[in-house]
Structure formats: C-alpha cells, structure tokens
C-alpha cells in the first residue's frame, strides 16, 4: 500500500501557477501509476492527469492540457502537478493519487477511476482569483 501526502496548494489569481507535491512512503511505489485529481464545492471528484509507471505517458483532462504538467520521480517518491495559466474554473481541492498497475489496466485517463484508486493524499486546497 502507498500513502500520500500533498503539499503545494494556495492562492492564486488567475493567469497565475501553482506547483502541487505528493510525498509517497510505503510498498510498491514503482508499480503505480501515479496522478491527480480535483473535487470543487458541489462537483464529483474529477481524474485531472496521470502517469504510468511503466511507459511513462501522460494522460490530461482535456480542459487542462497544455496547461497542466505531470511529473514524478522515482527515486524520490515524488509526484508533482505543474499547473499554469489558472482560471477560476480550477479552483477546487486537489488529490494525490496512485493505480496500482499490476492489479488495473490502464491505458487511458478513464483508467485511472475513483473504483480502482486505493491510495489516496488528505488533499490540499487551490484557489484561484478572479
């Protein structure tokens, strides 16, 4: 089991970047795919992107591509959300979360679904400002 601690989240107007963090500890870090995503007041938890262990490809929201950038990196057990160009329509809680790869398949963003997902961050706050 992997666990999750974001970290990164705040304030920001809109045009302006926020950078997410996502420390991992725990077993099998290298077997999951790994990403994020975001729940606004009164919406379903949402997949924002996600990245395989494995090949390495990415995977986007399509409102957030060509904004958004997802990036880990093994050896620290890090995972990261680049997000640029913010609008209000970003603001929302933000999740780190990781797919166990040996146990899914997972070949697209839909792949990475709330059923599947059992590691979970607590989640960390991003407001945007008009």
């Known amino acids: 089991q992997v666990q999750l601690v974001e970290s990164g989240g705040g304030l920001v107007q809109t045009g302006g970047s926020l950078r997410l963090s996502c420390t991992a500890a725990?077993?099998?870090?290298?077997?999951?795919?790994t990403g994020w995503f975001r729940q606004a007041p009164g919406k379903e938890r949402e997949a924002v992107s996600s990245?395989?262990?494995?090949?390495?490809?990415?995977y986007y929201l399509e409102s957030v591509k060509g904004r958004f950038i997802v990036s880990r990196n093994n050896a620290k057990k890090m995972v990261y959300l680049q997000m640029n160009n913010l609008s209000p329509e970003d603001t929302a809680v933000y999740y780190c979360?990781?797919?166990?790869?040996?146990?899914?398949?997972?070949?697209?963003?839909?792949?990475?679904?709330?059923?599947?997902?059992?590691?979970w961050g607590q989640g960390t706050q991003v407001t945007v400002s008009s």
């Open positions: 725990g077993v099998g870090f290298d077997y999951h795919a």
């Open positions: 979360a990781a797919l166990d790869e040996r146990l899914h398949d997972y070949n697209s963003l839909n792949d990475f679904s709330l059923n599947a997902i059992r590691s």
């Open positions: 990245m395989s262990s494995n090949t390495g490809r990415e």
